[in-house]
């Protein structure tokens, strides 16, 4: 498999996950910071094949704590899950 091949496979699963984003390029803390969410890219194989490269980036008091207690609170409740999170 190519790097490509596996950025489609994340891109099928994770397609309509609003707070998750699949990108080609490495993610930037820069980017993310301040955001209720997770960039995931960077995506290499190595040239045996059998190991795979991924980077993530979050803002960790958002996405890392903040936003994941909202979305375990709501459905723990009974709540939509991203009920009272800015998207």
Known sequence: MT???IRT???DRYA???L???IGEAPSVKKI???HGVEMGGFAV???GRRVVVCATIDNLLKGAATQC???MNLALGYAEYEGIPL
């Open 16 to 18: 309509g996950e609003k």
């Open 70 to 72: 909202l979305q375990n």
């Open 3 to 5: 790097s490509r091949d």
């Open 20 to 22: 998750l984003k699949v």
């Open 9 to 11: 496979l994340y891109q």
């Open 33 to 35: 910071a301040g955001k």
């Open 46 to 48: 190595h040239s045996s």
